[in-house]
């Protein structure tokens, strides 16, 4: 997942924000960074891959 791609704004730093602050809730610090590092290494779609992974599952 290349961020630099998209154009910074004041909503896209929020969003991410927001991201990183709910994987470091949910998955603690070392599992969500873990998790970033996983999803950069993608060689291709990473929102193909995710949802590849993940299938049709919807959020509780």
Do not use: C, H
Request: proline residues 2%; negative net charge.
């Amino acid at each position: 997942m290349n961020l630099t791609a998209a154009r910074t704004t004041t909503d896209t730093v929020t969003i991410i924000r927001e991201g990183w602050n709910l994987l470091v809730e949910q998955l603690g610090i070392e599992k969500a960074t873990q998790f970033i590092v996983l999803v950069e290494r993608g060689k291709g779609d990473s929102v193909q891959e995710i949802a590849d992974y993940w299938g049709n599952s919807s959020p509780v």
